[in-house]
């Protein structure tokens, strides 16, 4: 979300006819869009901050606005902490980035501006998009769920359903701008139309996942987040039927303890979990399953990270996203002071967890050797520019020897697998960039 809201800062100062740039020095506005997920974010943008201000003093028209989550939190406290800074916005005013930077030079003087809720839908805005071969189609904004640990809900507000038609004709658009995939993002994707209908039939997240499908030209469609609770069978029929959604599901358990569970105020208990684990995949094929742990939650004994372990070992993941316990102050979680967990105990357990799922994950992966896999290639490796770097349906990373273009879509046989990535031979270039002037023509391996 946070990326994609980057995007549309991004788009907006476009249209006001600025130029993106990477050199800090060429620079005449630098955005710092900001997540107050976890607690090294703070401490990144004040680093950030301290450093462009030695570039201010030797450039005093450059122009410094910080906006997003942190913004949204901290409101005055950024211009007190940096006073070097010239707009300060938050979450639902993207829209007046330019204007407040016009004011903010007018008058000489810093401008913060934090709305609390949204004027108008978001995605309405332009987007300036890193890549063309895919995009992020927001679906919802806020949270009305209350989870002890997160931020979210204060910072992004209540929780709002877009309209399927807008998002439908959003997709029709990327489509032929040449978008071969693209990632429906909401902070709870499975309570998705809640607050659409008024009485009247509302659409549900499974309505929406066939709609976009439907939509000619989209090779791939991901979601992020669904909340474990919200998942249902209707969501993973969908799923299974649509020949665009990836069968990819990222389902954040975050603990594997029932007390551990209440306390965080997740809504489920580990069985219940793992039931619903079990119905996705028993009804989509050959279906990838990640999730997000936290590590040493307020209270976390040795038992209760034992059964997180316990469900670790069950779902057999193919990856997940581990983090050790950062309170976030204005949650729940961050006035549990007393049953805070040390950091060396939080950090062996982080070991011992990281270990058991990477030896699930090379399972998954050496599994998959030998496989003939589409892969929507993303460009070269970041360590070899001969060796091409892409995704498989399932999200898997896929290393291979070419040099093809971002959006190229390659046949590959899998002939590795490691704990995060797999690698193989190439064996057909199946097309090129979607809208390129020029066609990678059709070669056997």
């Known amino acids: 979300m946070n990326e994609h809201d980057s995007e549309r800062i991004a788009g907006l100062l476009a249209a006001d006819g600025m130029e993106p740039t990477d050199d800090l020095d060429a620079a005449d506005v630098v955005v710092l869009n900001t997540c107050c997920i976890r607690e090294n974010a703070d401490n990144k943008l004040y680093g950030h901050l301290g450093h462009l201000k030695s570039l201010k003093d030797r450039r005093p028209g450059l122009q410094i606005a910080v906006g ?21 916005f938050g979450t639902h005013n993207l829209a007046h980035a330019p204007a ?19 004027e108008a839908y978001p995605s309405a805005l332009p987007a300036r998009r890193e890549v063309d071969h895919a995009a992020w189609v927001t679906i919802q904004i806020g949270c009305d769920n209350s989870c002890a640990f997160c931020i979210v809900p204060s910072v992004r507000g209540a929780e709002v359903s877009r309209r399927m038609g807008d998002i439908v ?13 693209l ?6 994707v499975n309570s998705y139309g809640r ?30 987040s669904p909340h474990p609770k919200d998942l249902r069978p209707e969501t993973a029929q969908a799923m299974a039927e649509c020949a665009s959604v990836c069968e990819h599901l990222h389902l954040p358990v975050q603990s ?6 209440k306390a965080m105020r997740r809504g489920y208990t580990a069985e219940r979990y793992l039931e619903k684990l079990t119905m996705a995949r028993a009804t989509i094929e050959d279906l990838a399953v990640t999730t997000d742990i936290i590590v040493g939650f307020p209270g976390e004994t040795e038992a209760d990270f034992a059964a997180t372990l316990a469900l670790v070992d069950a779902a057999q993941y193919d990856a ?31 070991d011992r967890l990281t270990a058991l799922v990477e ?14 896999e589409d892969v929507l290639v993303e460009g070269p490796s970041k360590k070899d520019a001969a060796v091409a770097a892409g995704r498989t349906r399932q999200n898997k990373l896929v290393h291979f020897p070419g040099e093809l273009p971002a959006g190229s879509m390659a046949r590959v046989e899998i002939t590795r697998g490691a704990p995060h990535w797999l690698q193989a031979d190439l064996l057909e270039v199946l097309d090129g960039p979607r809208g390129a002037r020029t066609r990678i023509p059709v070669t056997a391996g």
């Open 100 to 118: 407040l930077l016009a004011e903010a030079a007018r008058t000489g003087e810093p401008i913060v501006e934090i709305l609390e809720e949204h």
């Open 183 to 188: 990632t429906l993002l909401g902070q709870n």
């Open 195 to 224: 607050d659409l209908g008024a009485g009247q039939w509302s659409p549900e997240f499974a309505d929406l996942l066939r709609a976009v499908d439907a939509v000619e030209g989209i090779d791939r469609v991901r979601f992020t």
């Open 256 to 261: 594997g303890s029932d007390r551990t569970l």
């Open 68 to 88: 997003g989550c942190l913004a949204q939190k901290d409101r005055d406290l950024i211009v007190e902490r940096a006073g070097h800074v010239d707009v300060v």
């Open 359 to 372: 030896r699930h994950g090379l399972a998954k992966h050496e599994a998959r050797v030998g496989r003939i």
């Open 320 to 350: 997940a996203y581990t983090f050790v316990f950062s309170p976030r102050p204005g949650t729940l979680a961050a006035e549990m002071t007393e049953e805070f967990v040390s950091e060396a105990v939080a950090r062996e357990r982080m």
């Open 169 to 181: 004709s959003e997709v029709g658009d990327l489509a032929r701008d040449g978008v071969r995939e």
